[in-house]
């Protein structure tokens, strides 16, 4: 019997750190979300932020979201372990919905 494979999603993100405020700022055209990040891009300051920020908002560990590539660009991947694709892009489409609702963005 072969054993089921951990659950695990992969991110596409634009980030823009040294914003005002973290948060998610939309999804582009080709389903990338668009990140700010408080963070500067120093020292991988701005990385461990998005992946602490990532974690609350998803409501996984922290040791669960990592950035995989893009680890000094804008444009990155983020893994999190343990979290199947559908209830991630199902927490993704409810923030956007908040969103163009005018509520909150994920602060």
């Known amino acids: 019997m072969s054993t089921p ?8 993100l634009r980030v823009q750190p040294s914003a005002r405020a973290t948060a998610l700022r939309g999804r582009m055209a080709d389903g990338t979300l668009k990140v700010a990040v408080a963070a ?53 489409d409810a923030a956007l919905e908040r969103m163009q609702d005018g509520a909150d963005d994920g602060e």
Request: hydrophobic letters at 40%.
């Open 40 to 92: 500067p891009p120093e020292d991988g300051r701005a990385n461990r932020a998005l992946e602490r920020w990532l974690a609350e908002w998803l409501q996984v560990a922290v040791r669960q979201v990592r950035v995989t590539r893009g680890m000094s660009a804008r444009q990155k991947t983020v893994t999190i372990d343990g979290v199947d694709e559908r209830t991630v892009t199902a927490r993704i």
């Open 5 to 12: 494979r951990a659950a695990r999603t992969l991110l596409r």
